[in-house]
Nanobody, 115 residues
Framework: VQLVESGGGLVQPGGSLRLSCVASGFTFSAYAMSWYRQAPGKGRELVARVSSGGGSTNYADSSKGRFTISRDNAKATVYLQMNNLQREDTAVYYC?????????WGQGTQVTVSS
């Protein structure tokens, strides 16, 4: 299993970013996918999850109304569109899949929200 995130960067408050995670090594379309984040000095927290087919999504309260998770099973890619970013969204963002009771993580992509 390999998960490779991209799309992070420095953005001003109120700005937007779209993160991507390209997956390989497993049958992508068969698994739910998740985005997590970890801010400095804090634990890793769930941001959003999308079902295997893309028809069902769940969001953390902090993400609702601002973030959108989606997936393209043909491209084995999951996305996180983040709008109206705030300083408290600064974190390393990870995509994740649970397969055979094991959790796999990408290397993460840094998102910094600062003026």
């Amino acid at each position: 299993v390999q998960l490779v995130e991209s799309g992070g960067g420095l953005v001003q408050p109120g700005g937007s970013l779209r993160l991507s995670c390209v997956a390989s090594g497993f049958t992508f379309s068969a698994y739910a996918m998740s985005w997590y984040r970890q801010a400095p000095g804090k634990g890793r927290e769930l941001v959003a999850r999308v079902s295997s087919g893309g028809g069902s999504t769940n969001y953390a309260d902090s993400s609702k109304g601002r973030f959108t998770i989606s997936r393209d099973n043909a491209k084995a890619t999951v996305y996180l569109q983040m709008n109206n970013l705030q300083r408290e969204d600064t974190a390393v963002y990870y995509c994740s899949v649970t397969r055979d009771s094991r959790v796999y993580w990408g290397q993460g992509t840094q998102v910094t929200v600062s003026s």
